[in-house]
């Protein structure tokens, strides 16, 4: 049976965005840079600008 990180890792790996996961506390943050090599910057807690 897949985990709900696998899962997510997969997603990934097809090109999916997956910072919703960290959101919703599927995956944790530290999750997020395992799988993508990147910190997770916070959307709400971003300076940048669109």
Sequence with gaps: ???EFD???T???WGFPIDCYVVYH?????????????DYADASTSTSQA
Excluded: N, R, S
């Design 7 to 9: 899962f997510v890792k």
């Design 26 to 38: 599927t995956i944790t943050a530290d999750q997020y840079k395992e799988i993508t090599g990147k």
């Design 1 to 3: 049976m897949m985990t």
């Design 11 to 13: 997603l990934y790996g």
